[in-house]
């Protein structure tokens, strides 16, 4: 949702790579500002794009994942940067009632408390997680009580 | 040998902060270790979204006390990239010169800690005396020792004085001269060259692996830091070295903190010469027009991000902090493999885990009017409570001093 007015009419070299690889994100991947990349690849082509980003572009660290709820769907925002300090903000968007995601945690192990961060607040069903306990909720927290969804309020308990 | 699993935490071992471990032995041996966190979740970012930008900023900035520049600074950056503005270069400067200092009070607090959890207490005397100067610096620059209050959105709430400004580099002058002796003893001392050499190792793939971020990072080999990589406030401007180590274990983390406090000196000198005069704040609108930015800031320990989202009204609608320590807790269970119980705290200690603090004190008088104290009044304060208790330092102090010149005598 970068600002397009902002998109420098200068298409990024990186922002080209991608394209060039995956022709469905020639003209979707946004350059709000220096050193900065949005893009949302189709769901399907999510890891894959991941991966070309990661080990063909050089994007060889996962910052942080932001978890979102966008009324119907939700979305996790990774954040993968560069040693040059490019970082580039990958969107990974999944139905709200369905909200399955595949864990990166093979590639990044550190990736592991982001995810369970996803699951815990808002709701996000990450799969292949490896075993470990809940974060950053109370072990006797609500399992269908999802703090950061827009439509939970904070209140007295039950 | 059979294995003993021991849960220690969440009253920690060596911080007052609350996490749990559950290490698995093998005799004394760490086999594996387990962390678990989340103790300390206020559910901030859930708070941010419901509240203005402006108070936001102060929210924000207590998510931690030792480094909560970090955050409000991150974050107003981020709020300032959606809407637009450009931050003036005066309030560009103030803003790096209380981060250095805030860097230079954490990495003493962090090297004072240090020497504690290895038995060596002078180093924690030198390093916290150390350490005083620059809270008085801060809270003579922003009228706060921690949560500084210094940011507003597009700029910085107060200006600094040429008298400010000299008395920072007298106190940059006093303590380069005691870094550069901590330095000598990082190289050379061999209680902390035996105590911590091979403790805590994490090898350069390891860390890489973990996403391992700041000292702890720089200290196995990873040359990064936002600071050159990604220059935010003023750090495109100045030179400065960023520093690694091949140790890889508690003592390089602790060289590179120790060489770190010397770059920040280097630093602050340059912003106190380079101080562009010029307006502290530029206008930014109460509504933040839709957007997004990531902002990434180097913090003492390690590389902060902070994520705003906006909507077009006056309340973001999301705000989301990843801290180092978070980043960082994923290679303390490698870092513990294979190490021996009792280093636990040290390890622990040695990436800098963050805990909330705050020091300032508010006396209520009989009548329910309140009045503030000073640094000098709290510390009087102290000394008096103690003097009731029957413990007088002062009595102490003249005692000594009376028997070290018998003693000569």
């Known amino acids: 949702m970068a600002d397009a007015s902002s998109t420098p009419a200068v298409p990024h070299p990186l922002a080209e790579a991608l394209a060039a690889r995956f022709p469905a994100l020639a003209g979707e991947v946004t350059s709000p500002r220096a050193r900065r990349l949005f893009a949302e690849p189709a769901p399907e082509a999510f890891r894959e794009v991941f991966d070309f980003a990661v080990a063909e572009l050089g994007f060889d660290r996962l910052v942080a994942i932001t978890g979102m709820d966008e009324k119907t769907s939700l979305v996790a925002l990774y954040a993968l940067s560069r040693p040059d300090g490019t970082v580039l903000g990958l969107r990974r968007r999944v139905p709200r009632e369905a909200p399955a995601l595949a864990s990166v945690t093979d590639r990044f192990p550190g990736a592991a408390n982001y995810e369970r961060e996803l699951d815990d607040l808002l709701g996000f069903e990450v799969t292949d997680l490896p075993p470990g306990k809940r974060y950053p909720l109370p072990d006797d927290w609500p399992k269908d009580e999802k703090p950061l969804r827009k439509d939970w309020k904070p209140g007295s308990p039950a | ?409």
């Open chain 2, 1 to 409: 040998m059979s294995r003993v699993t021991i849960p220690i935490g969440p009253a920690h071992p060596s911080l007052k902060e609350p996490e749990s471990f559950n290490i698995t032995l093998e005799g004394e041996r760490i086999f594996s270790a387990e962390v678990k966190l989340g103790y300390n979740h206020r559910g901030i970012e859930k708070a941010a979204e419901d509240r203005t930008y402006i108070q936001d900023i102060h929210l924000i900035e207590r998510v931690c006390g030792i480094c909560s520049h970090a955050h409000s600074t991150a974050f107003c950056m981020a709020v300032e990239e959606v809407a637009g503005v450009t931050v003036p270069p005066r309030a560009q400067h103030v803003r790096t010169l209380v981060a250095e200092l805030e860097r230079i009070h954490s990495h003493l607090l962090w090297l004072g800690v240090a020497g504690h959890e290895i038995g060596f207490d002078t180093l924690l005397m030198y390093t916290w005396r150390d350490r005083e100067p620059v809270m008085d610096l801060l809270a003579m620059l922003t009228g706060n020792r921690v949560n500084y209050g210094i940011n507003t959105l597009g700029g910085v709430r107060r200006d600094v004085t040429p008298e400010h400004l000299a008395q920072v580099a007298q106190v940059v002058d006093v303590l380069e001269q005691r870094t550069l002796y901590y330095a000598e003893l990082a190289e050379t001392d061999v209680t902390l060259r035996q105590r911590l050499s091979g403790v805590g190792h994490l090898s350069h793939d390891d860390a890489v692996r973990f996403g391992a971020v700041g000292p702890t990072g720089r200290a196995s080999r990873i040359d990064r830091d936002t600071r050159r990589d990604d220059p935010y406030l003023a750090y495109g401007q100045v030179q400065f070295d960023v520093i690694t180590d091949d140790h890889e274990d508690v003592l390089g983390r602790t060289r590179v903190r120790v060489k770190e406090l010397l770059q920040a000196y280097r630093i602050i000198r340059q912003v106190i010469a380079t101080m562009p005069d010029g307006p502290l704040t530029v206008k930014v609108p109460r509504k933040i027009r839709a957007g997004e930015a990531i902002v990434r800031y180097e913090a003492p320990r390690g590389e902060n991000l902070h994520y705003v989202r906006a909507n077009g009204t006056d309340r973001p609608e999301r705000v989301k902090v990843r801290a180092p320590t978070l980043a960082n807790t994923a290679a303390v269970a490698k870092m513990m493999e294979e190490n021996y119980l009792a280093d636990v705290p040290i390890i622990v200690a040695a990436i800098d885990p963050c805990f909330s603090c705050t020091d300032r004190a508010l006396r209520v008088n009989a009548d329910g009017a309140s009045e503030v104290l000073s640094w000098r009044e709290l510390r009087a304060r102290g000394i008096e409570r103690y003097r009731r208790e029957g413990v007088d330092f002062g009595d102490l102090n003249a005692r000594l001093s009376r028997q070290l010149s018998a003693r000569k005598g």
